[in-house]
């Protein structure tokens, strides 16, 4: 299947919910134009109480629309951006990545990926029920987390819905992801 951006989302707001844009605008070393959690330093909440001069290694958030078919088989709808992701991807298996890959979307921005989505309580008071479903445990009782996947930017680029994504992987040995 072709890799591509089915989304993009922004919000120059806190909310839990990024409505969706016609185009976003990637800045390198920073992320989202006009995006609440865009900076050098971390711009989440939690993680400014507890450190705001902690480099942001969440300036970009991608979640595979997969995933919302996937919670629609247990009757949750999830539409782009609902769960405030900035790129909304189909065809690829962004949670398989190793740290470190490279994402080139589009003409010319580039994502180097950081690190898991830790989803939040805020994914129950969006839908009752829904945490339990993007985490969960695999058959050993290791957690697994399917909200998506963080990155910064490392070229600057506008992307748009319909964006082709090449994932070029770092050098062995291969990192699995961890929680960002």
């Known amino acids: 299947m072709n890799a591509h951006v089915t989304a993009v989302s922004s919000n120059g707001e806190y909310s839990f919910t990024k409505p969706n844009r016609d185009s976003i605008t990637l800045l390198a070393g920073l992320g989202v134009e006009g995006d609440v ?87 129950d008071l969006f839908q009752d029920g829904l945490l339990k479903q993007v985490v969960g445990r695999d058959e050993a009782g290791n957690i697994v987390r399917k909200a998506g996947i963080m990155s910064v930017v490392r070229e600057g680029g506008v992307v748009r819905p319909g964006d082709t994504i090449r994932a070029e992987l770092p050098s062995e040995p291969h990192r699995p992801l961890e929680r960002v």
Request: some cysteine.
């Open 37 to 123: 959690h865009a900076g050098v330093t971390v711009k989440h909440r939690s993680r400014m109480a507890q450190d705001p001069t902690r480099p942001n290694l969440r300036q970009v958030h991608l979640i595979h629309e997969e995933l919302f078919t996937e919670v629609g088989e247990d009757g949750f709808e999830v539409a782009p951006g609902e769960l405030g992701e900035n790129i909304t991807t189909r065809g690829i298996d962004l949670l398989a990545l190793p740290t470190g890959t490279l994402l080139r979307i589009g003409d010319s921005a580039v994502l180097e990926v950081t690190g898991l989505r830790n989803p939040c309580l805020q994914i």
